[in-house]
């Protein structure tokens, strides 16, 4: 069946990396990760949105399984592969930003941002700070890649933003519909999606034509 490709409940993480499409993106087609939404959150105003976002921050919130991928490892992904503002101040809206849910996030996540500084000479000008609140964004911001493609929403049963929010499926579509994924990766991840044989055909072809093509919002 479409869309069940994990069922498990998992732990979460939250990052503030640039524009939060190519984020989303980026973590939804990692192994290990259930399922992805993109917001607002960091700040204190209520209620944000994309055109009063306030003094919040556009980050991914994440949902993902430990027994396959760590929070380590998430960190490395956020370090290497910002769009903009890992070394330099932005506007709030773009910052970096770990926003952590434990105190187990928080040292893990000052000892790796202390590591791949040492690693590339480099200062960043990233916040950790606490998790409060995530506002979800609009639905329209969900999954934006895959959005792009109706007819591969319509063949996996994917119709609202609180689908595209909640739908492991969905997640790992918008990654590799982006390129994230290689083609050899992909080979080895599409038995276990529930696709159709034509739905698994139209992801093919657009991730053999965007393969290597980088992130971007």
Same mark, same amino acid.
């Given at each position: 069946?479409?869309?069940?490709?994990?069922?498990?409940?998992?732990?979460?993480?939250?990052?503030?990396?640039?524009c939060f499409w190519a984020s989303d993106s980026l973590f939804g087609a990692t192994l290990g990760v259930i399922r992805t939404s993109v917001g607002y959150a960091g700040g204190t105003s209520n209620t944000p949105? %994309?055109?009063?976002?306030?003094?919040?921050t556009e980050v991914v919130d994440i949902e993902y399984n430990p027994e396959v991928v760590s929070y380590t490892q998430l960190l490395?992904?956020?370090?290497?592969?910002?769009?903009?503002?890992?070394?330099?101040?932005?506007?709030?809206?773009?910052?970096?930003?770990?926003? %952590?849910h434990d105190e187990e996030q928080r040292i893990t996540a000052e000892k790796s941002r202390d590591r791949q500084q040492h690693e590339k000479n480099e200062k960043f000008s990233t916040e950790i700070r606490a998790f409060e609140r995530f506002y979800p964004a609009e639905d329209y911001h969900q999954k934006y890649r895959l959005q792009g493609h109706a007819w591969l929403m319509e063949a996996i049963g994917v119709k609202s933003g609180e689908q595209l929010r909640t739908s492991p499926l969905a997640a790992k579509l918008n990654g590799y519909l982006a390129g994230v994924v290689t083609?050899?990766?992909?080979?080895?991840?599409?038995?276990?999606?529930?696709?159709?044989?034509?739905?698994a055909q139209y992801v093919r072809k657009h991730v053999v034509e965007r393969q290597g093509n980088g992130l971007y919002c």
């Amino acid at each position: 069946m479409p869309g069940q490709v994990d069922s498990v409940e998992g732990k979460r993480a939250t990052f503030g990396m640039g524009c939060f499409w190519a984020s989303d993106s980026l973590f939804g087609a990692t192994l290990g990760v259930i399922r992805t939404s993109v917001g607002y959150a960091g700040g204190t105003s209520n209620t944000p949105t %994309y055109k009063n976002i306030g003094d919040h921050t556009e980050v991914v919130d994440i949902e993902y399984n430990p027994e396959v991928v760590s929070y380590t490892q998430l960190l490395d992904l956020f370090w290497n592969n910002h769009e903009y503002s890992l070394t330099s101040r932005t506007k709030r809206q773009y910052m970096s930003l770990i926003l %952590y849910h434990d105190e187990e996030q928080r040292i893990t996540a000052e000892k790796s941002r202390d590591r791949q500084q040492h690693e590339k000479n480099e200062k960043f000008s990233t916040e950790i700070r606490a998790f409060e609140r995530f506002y979800p964004a609009e639905d329209y911001h969900q999954k934006y890649r895959l959005q792009g493609h109706a007819w591969l929403m319509e063949a996996i049963g994917v119709k609202s933003g609180e689908q595209l929010r909640t739908s492991p499926l969905a997640a790992k579509l918008n990654g590799y519909l982006a390129g994230v994924v290689t083609a050899v990766e992909y080979e080895r991840q599409v038995p276990g999606l529930g696709l159709s044989d034509k739905a698994a055909q139209y992801v093919r072809k657009h991730v053999v034509e965007r393969q290597g093509n980088g992130l971007y919002c």
